[in-house]
């Protein structure tokens, strides 16, 4: 099980206002260095805080078993990857995909391309040399600003990580994607309860109170033509 990281005793950090920071940037930094998963992850050598997202919800879900394959979608800069990895053991399969250049990370497969694209859910194929068990996905696209729009696309990237779900996992898999939270998410669950046993939301203690992201989760994938 994996350990919650707390904070400090009331403590925090503040920094002095630099020449040319934005109050933005000022925030953001202060957020970073008062944030004890940030702290934690550094500790634990993950290249993100979002790892232990991706342990909490396994702790919930049990998705993550020694011998697995597992496919990571917009997996930069790796911190899914490098959970994937130690749970799957040597006896497993990571592959990592994304569209930006990422730091090879040991045990995984690390591509560079659009999950979208029919080359690049090929090469995915053929380094897993079998079907997945548990497709991830902790993408999101840039954000507007516009609540309502925002959530538009992060549901249609998540619809379009799930269609790629089906076309790879074995039946009986599990898949994982971020949402946020409101509303227009019918034919996204209603595909999911189509396809899977059981579906269901999670937010993680490691995802930001102040943050509208969920998970959604499911698992027992039917097959395909389900």
Do not use: C
């Amino acid at each position: 099980m994996s350990k919650q990281p707390t904070a400090g005793r009331g403590l925090s950090t503040r920094l002095r206002t630099a020449k040319g920071r934005t109050g933005g940037s000022q925030r953001w930094l202060e957020r970073q260095l008062n944030d004890p998963y940030v702290r934690a992850a550094q500790a634990a050598g993950y290249r993100s805080r979002a790892a232990f997202k991706l342990l909490e919800m396994d702790e919930r879900a049990k998705l993550l078993r020694p011998g697995a394959r597992i496919v990571d979608l917009g997996a930069a800069p790796g911190g899914w990857t490098q959970v994937a990895v130690a749970k799957a053991g040597p006896a497993g399969r990571v592959v990592a995909l994304d569209l930006l250049a990422m730091d090879p990370v040991a045990g995984a497969t690390v591509l560079q391309g659009d999950f979208q694209d029919p080359a690049a859910i090929a090469a995915v194929r053929e380094a897993m040399a079998g079907p997945a068990d548990l497709v991830l996905s902790d993408m999101a696209p840039n954000t507007t600003g516009h609540n309502a729009t925002d959530h538009l696309r992060i549901i249609g990237l998540a619809e379009e990580a799930l269609a790629f779900a089906v076309e790879v996992l074995a039946p009986g898999g599990a898949f994982v994607a971020k949402v946020f939270q409101g509303g227009s998410e019918r034919d996204l669950l209603a595909a999911l309860k189509r396809d899977f046993a059981q579906v269901r939301h999670m937010k993680p203690p490691a995802s930001r109170k102040d943050s509208a992201e969920l998970y959604v989760v499911a698992t027992g994938f039917r097959g395909p033509g389900a």
